[in-house]
């Protein structure tokens, strides 16, 4: 895992710069689950972008996000690892809990 993405423990506690989802995936991670972070848009901004403080830095991380090529598998790594902070896949911390409640709901419902 490129050592810019929080492991799942990393993403429980404040993040910091160093705990980015910013895609710049090291050389070595090309041929893991995480190959895919090479691609992202994120990989030319800095990695605080996407750790944003307010509802504006919200936005306009989710605008780069808007056209990445990677971001399905962006938002479904984020969901899949339980990583609460920061903008993945173009969703907030807030909308990817309401995926995950909407997805338990419809788990249980059948
Ligand atoms: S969807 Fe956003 S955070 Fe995820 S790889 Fe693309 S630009 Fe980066």
Redesign the pocket.
């Known amino acids: 895992m490129p050592l810019h993405f929080p492991s799942r423990d990393a993403s429980r506690r404040t993040p910091s710069v160093a705990d980015t989802?910013?895609?710049v995936a090291r050389p070595s991670d090309e041929d893991s689950t995480t190959a895919w972070?090479s691609a992202?848009?994120?990989r030319n901004y800095p990695p605080a972008v996407?750790f944003p403080s307010d509802g504006v830095g919200v936005d306009r991380?989710r605008k780069?996000?808007t056209d990445?090529p990677?971001?399905d598998q962006?938002?479904e790594y984020a969901l899949d690892q339980r990583i609460e902070h920061g903008?993945?896949?173009?969703c907030s911390e807030r909308e990817r809990r309401r995926i995950l409640k909407r997805r338990r709901v419809a788990a249980t419902a059948g």
């Open positions: 989802p910013v895609s972070m992202g848009n994120c996407f991380a780069i996000c990445c990677v971001a962006c938002l903008v993945w896949g173009g």
